[in-house]
């Protein structure tokens, strides 16, 4: 940007004409011509320095461009490097590896996403990975499907089949049978209206923003992680969402789930753990808030997959159904994969530790032979 001054000569012509009042013999000179030529030599003067301070203001310009310019260059190379870590991250945690392990794990992958959102890559998304098509905005689509931290009274629905497991002694002596429910995802539809209101479900709505970042996400699989972590967070805070978002990946819905809100839902969390991981990347309790890992959502856990019982307290209200139901689970995969794999590795660490239990495993493993 060059500061022109209207009705001026050009730099170079004003130059040239100083040189040529400079040339002038004054002597021979009237007084007026004189200070006219002085008075046409300072208007010269004056415009020479504006224009060389003009100049000097462009060259600072372009230099603070020049160096924000770099600077971003090396910010996106650091975001971009934070984010394959992150990546890496995400492929090598796995249910199988240990506790202590996955703990590390992660507590190194939030140091990585903290660092990412302290560089300004909190909406970094890759140039080879798909970004998201423009949708409605989402405090219409927050309107349209709402959360239901506070649910209204739904009507009566099938009772889930139960498997019965054992029978216990009452007071009185009589005998009764426990049963295990199975948890599953919990979904509800409603055909018609309650009153003026129509009960809402937790599907989310056909056309809606959620519903198209959805798709966007079960269209891009592999990229998850870095989608969601784009995501506003008015997506993380819906329920609705963010549980379809586990129907795909339970660690990861639970990973990006606003901490402030879903994270704390005991329904939220038990619907979640509920859900087996297809794409095997990672344990959604692992995710979780220390604090929202309460008895009944580890019981729920420990009967979608016993081997969660590793994260049991014995403080806990559940915890002795939660072990019987290990033991169960344990014993039956004992039987189907005895020679397959090495037993041990099917025995959580806290199961392990029960003798009485080991003797039961030894006897499936290792028959009697007949005399």
């Known amino acids: 940007m060059t500061k022109t001054i209207q009705g001026q000569n050009s730099p170079g012509e004003n130059r040239k004409r100083l040189q040529e009042i400079a040339e002038i013999r004054f002597g021979t000179l009237s007084d007026d011509e004189i200070l006219r030529f002085l008075a046409e030599r300072k208007r010269l003067a004056d415009v020479e320095h504006e224009y060389e301070k003009v100049q000097k203001e462009e060259e600072a310009r372009l230099e603070r461009e020049r160096k924000a310019a770099e600077n971003l260059k090396a910010a996106e190379k650091k975001k971009v490097a934070i984010s394959k870590k992150i990546e890496e991250l995400n492929k090598s945690i796995s249910p199988e590896k240990p506790d202590d392990d996955l703990l590390i794990l992660v507590a190194k992958r939030r140091a990585l996403e903290k660092e990412l959102e302290e560089a300004g890559g909190a909406d970094l998304l890759r140039k080879e ?17 709402p959360e239901k931290e506070h649910p209204k009274p739904e009507p009566e629905a099938a009772a889930p089949a139960v498997v019965p497991e054992e029978e216990v002694t009452l007071a009185d002596g009589k005998k009764a049978a426990v049963a295990e429910v199975s948890p599953q995802p919990i979904k509800i539809h ?8 129509k009960i ?14 959805f798709d966007q996400l079960k269209d891009n699989v ?14 993380k ?3 609705a969402f963010m549980l379809k978002v586990a129907e795909i990946d339970p660690a990861y819905a639970m990973h990006y789930a606003d901490k ?13 753990v509920s859900l087996k991981n297809p794409r095997n990347s990672g344990n959604a309790i692992a995710e979780m808030l220390p604090e929202a890992r309460t008895s009944k959502v580890l019981l729920t856990a420990v009967k979608q997959d016993y081997r969660n019982v590793r994260f049991i307290q014995p403080s806990m209200a559940d915890y002795d159904e939660m072990i019987g139901i290990a033991k169960r ?6 039987k189907n994969l005895k020679e397959a794999v ?23 493993t290792e028959p009697k032979k007949e005399k």
């Open 260 to 272: 402030e809100t879903l994270k704390k839902d005991e329904d939220f969390n038990m619907r979640v």
């Open 129 to 145: 990975e798909p970004v998201l098509a423009p949708v409605p905005p989402l405090s219409a689509a927050a309107e349209t499907i």
């Open 200 to 213: 809402q479900s937790d599907d989310i709505e056909g056309g809606s923003g959620f519903q198209r970042y």
């Open 222 to 235: 592999e990229s998850l992680g870095t989608l969601l972590q784009s995501m506003p967070l008015d997506a």
């Open 237 to 239: 805070k819906n329920k």
């Open 342 to 364: 090495d037993i041990m590795f099917l025995i959580p660490k806290l199961l392990q530790q029960d003798k009485p239990f080991m003797f039961q495993v030894k006897e499936i």
């Open 329 to 334: 689970g344990a014993l039956e995969k004992v």
């Open 190 to 197: 409603v055909d018609g209206g309650y009153g003026n209101e």
